[in-house]
């Protein structure tokens, strides 16, 4: 996250997985078309034919008048005892007695205006019992009265918070509210006059290309203003359910988080929260959460402080391009229904597994992740109309939604890097690269299989195989295939051998893994370009 750096860390972008950074860097490249006044521009001294000057926009009046509705935020966390060590700023321990103990200890001080008394007590968190952490960030005022928006990590765990305002004003802070998985957070200061506050514009509107302006706290260099264009929509950086991040050129770094992201307007169109750097700088790739969505979870939190959010009880999957084909559906869009939770909206609305939701409350699914955003933006207890695809027609169920609670995630992992313990058994079949077996006492044990999940587990997977190249590994279930159950070989010999009268180019299994359920489609034919086995 691009926070000024300082002794307590955030996870910013880069440390995402390489392939989430590849898929989120391809077409992410535009080049700003000059503006309509920059085309038209006369002549170098009117003559015809002389070569025509361009002048970039300037962004004067938007600074002047909206540089006094950001704020800077510094958070501070309570004192972490020391144990004969220290902290390095990004968490790495410093052995008792090292050199750098005195150098991390004068670096921070100097962060805090101090100075270093030289006491062999003081560790490199500046005091005998160690200095309270610091965060610095951005925020822009939404109200006269003194509310701030801002992002959660700027603020979350802080004993203290305290806003600066552009005129050098310092004012406490307290926190009004925060929703973590936007990230968004709503404060609240005192002051004896009105304060000048920003208003909210519409993302929706802005397209790629648009001139977009940054006003922030970077480094602790406050009142910084940076422009750019809006380079993409929509990103999906995997920081949370609801990601639809803008991606925009305009510098962001760290210690801009929780500012604010202008149009040409001079109105918020997101806030700016994350960036991609292998350095920890800017490099011309920053994300905003868009003010489509961040307004109204700062209503919500202004509100009543916390956040409702609708809940459906579904878990789902992207409808690849092969998992379409095994269904036998035109399109790649909507969201396939990999399982239901018992006693939802969705288990008494009828929802399937296997169902694919097109479209939710009238809007068109284009992609999966757009589900999660719909159903949470809903108002708990309305009844709205569902598109779904079973059995390859269209049908439509109503549900009511209803409200999401906080329930603590359980995750399980199971398989093996080794055969299992027992030996092979006699009823073992290979079919698509896959060694697969009944389940068994000793199987489940081996595995670690609840006796809930019932089928085919797979006890050896082909290195050279598709099942092996799309994530199938020991342990797993093949708990339906075709969509219909699976409990020995032959049933899977069967729907195979449907699947191909059908015309069909791949199969769709439903897969256990410690429980959590997924689709996997498997070429029923060698893939072309990989490799023999």
Known sequence: MPHAPVPRSYPIFRRLPAAALCALLSGAVFLPALPAAAQDAPAVGGQPGASRTYAPPSFRDLARTQIDTVVNISSTQAPQPSAGGGRLPEGMDIPPGSPLEKFFREFRNRQRGGQDNGSPESGPNGGPQGLPSMALGSGFIIDPSGLIVTNNHVVSDAAEIAVTLHDGTKLPAKLVGSDAPTDLALLKVESAKPLTAAHWGDSETVEVGDWV????????????????????RARDIQQGPYDEYLQTDAAINRGNSGGPLYDADGAVIGINTAIYSPTGGSVGIGFAIPSSLAK??????????????????????????????????????????????????????????????????????????QLPRLVASTQIGRTVPITLLRGGKQQSIQVTVGELRDEPQQLAMSGSSGAPRSAQPEESKSALGLKLAPLTPGLRETFAIGEDVDGLVVTEVDRDSAASQRGLDLGDVIVEAGQEPVATAADLETRIAKAKEQGRKTLLMLVSRGGDLRYVPLPLVPETGGKKG
């Open 213 to 232: 302006v940054a006003i922030g706290n970077p480094f602790g260099l406050g009142g910084s203003v940076t422009a750019g264009i809006l380079s993409a």
């Open 296 to 369: 109204p979870i700062i209503d919500q939190l202004k509100d009543g402080g916390k956040v409702r959010r609708g809940w459906l009880g579904v878990q789902v999957q992207r409808v690849t391009p092969d998992i379409a084909e095994s269904l036998g559906l035109e399109g790649s869009g909507g969201a396939l229904v990999t399982s239901i939770s018992p006693d939802s909206p969705a288990a008494s609305a009828g929802l399937r597994q296997g169902d694919v939701i097109t479209a939710f409350n009238g809007d068109p699914l284009e992609q999966m992740r």
